[in-house]
C-alpha cells in the first residue's frame, strides 16, 4: 500500500485521482490523505484551500494499522500542512518517502510561497529518501548559490535527501537533446541519465505520475534505479496515450492498459 498525501485536483489529471491511478496501473493499492482542495481546470489554478492539520494528522492516524510500504507527497499549501506531513512522515520510520515539490502549476500561478519552500527545506526534505523536481523546481529548492543541478542535487543531499530524479521536460537551459527529454537519478555515489522522445503537447499530472508510480516500485520493492526506469517507462506511455479535451492541458491516460468493459447480468453467481 501506498500512503498519498496530496492536494484534489478536479479535473482528475493532477493531484489525488492522478497518484491513485498511478499507484493502482503500478500495480500497487492507494490511501488517499488530502493535503489541499483546489480549484483548477487544465488553463490554471484559480484557488488553493489548505486541508487543516489536524485533518490531514487525523486521517493519516487512522491508517496506521495498514500496511503502508511506501508514502508519495504532492501538494502542500501551507507551513501548517507541511508539520503535519513532517509528522506523518515520522511517524513511519523506514518507510520510502517519495516527494514531488509543487512549486507552480502548469498555467504559471504559484503554488508555494518563499516561507513555504523554505520549510520544506529544512524541515521535509531530511525525511525524503527521492525528490522528484523538474529544473525549475530544483532551482528554487536549492537557492541561487550554485552553478549546475548537480551541485544543486548535492545541496539537496546534504540537507538529508537520499536521492534526486530531476525531471528535464521544461529544460530551462536547453540542455537536452533535441528531441528528446532527459531525467536524471543523483545519489551521493552515482548518476544515471535516461531520455525520452518529447512528445508534441503539454501534460497536466505528468509530475504526480511519475512519483507515484517511483513509490509504487519501491513499495513493491524495486531498487531505486529499477523503480526510476520503471516509473519515466510508465509515465512516458500514459502521457503517449494522453488526450486533450478542450482548452489547456492535455491529460495522461494512466490506465490505457484497461480496455472498456462488457458488464453481463451471466457473470454474476449467487
Ligand atoms: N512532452 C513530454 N514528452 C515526454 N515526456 C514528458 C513530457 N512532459 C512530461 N513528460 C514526462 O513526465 C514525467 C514528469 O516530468 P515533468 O513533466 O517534467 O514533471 P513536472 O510535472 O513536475 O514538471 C517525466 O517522466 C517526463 O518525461
Ligand atoms: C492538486 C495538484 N497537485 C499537483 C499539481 C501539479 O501537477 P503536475 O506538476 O504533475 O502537472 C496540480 N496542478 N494540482
Not at 523538474?134 to 548559490?145: I, T
Not at 508534441?200 to 526510476?228: I, K, M, N, Y
Request: aromatic residues 4%; negative net charge; hydrophobic residues 45%.
Amino acid at each position: 500500500m501506498v500512503l498519498v498525501l496530496a492536494g484534489h485536483d478536479p479535473t482528475g489529471g493532477a493531484g489525488l485521482v492522478a497518484d491513485a491511478e498511478s499507484v493502482a496501473a503500478c500495480g500497487g493499492w492507494a490511501l488517499t490523505v488530502p493535503t489541499a482542495l483546489t480549484v483548477q481546470d487544465l488553463v490554471d489554478v484559480q484557488a488553493v484551500h489548505p486541508v487543516p492539520a489536524s485533518t490531514i494528522r487525523q486521517a493519516a492516524a487512522a491508517l496506521e494499522s495498514l500496511p503502508i510500504a511506501a508514502i508519495k507527497i504532492g501538494l502542500i499549501a501551507d507551513l501548517e500542512a507541511l508539520d503535519a506531513v513532517v509528522d506523518v512522515v515520522r511517524r513511519r520510520p523506514g518507510v520510502p518517502v517519495v516527494a514531488d515539490p509543487v512549486l507552480k502549476a502548469g498555467g504559471g500561478s504559484p503554488l508555494a510561497t518563499q516561507e513555504l519552500i523554505d520549510a520544506y527545506f529544512e524541515r521535509l526534505l531530511p525525511r525524503v529518501d527521492i525528490l522528484t523536481p523538474n529544473r525549475g523546481e530544483l532551482a528554487r529548492l536549492a537557492g541561487l548559490d550554485y552553478q549546475d543541478d548537480t551541485e544543486r542535487c548535492v545541496s539537496l543531499m546534504h540537507q538529508g535527501c537520499q536521492a534526486v530524479l530531476v525531471t528535464g521536460t521544461d529544460d530551462p537551459e536547453g540542455q537536452t537533446a533535441k528531441g528528446r527529454v532527459a531525467h536524471t537519478l543523483h545519489t551521493p555515489d552515482s548518476d544515471r541519465q535516461w531520455t525520452w522522445p518529447r512528445l508534441p503537447a503539454t501534460f497536466h499530472g505528468s509530475g504526480c505520475t511519475l512519483a507515484a508510480a517511483v513509490a509504487t516500485r519501491l513499495a513493491a520493492g524495486e531498487s531505486l534505479v529499477q523503480a526510476c526506469e520503471q516509473a519515466q517507462v510508465f509515465a512516458w506511455q500514459a502521457l503517449a496515450h494522453g488526450w486533450t479535451p478542450g482548452q489547456g492541458q492535455s491529460l495522461p491516460r494512466r490506465l490505457w492498459k484497461m480496455p472498456t468493459p462488457r458488464f453481463s447480468p451471466d457473470e454474476v453467481k449467487v
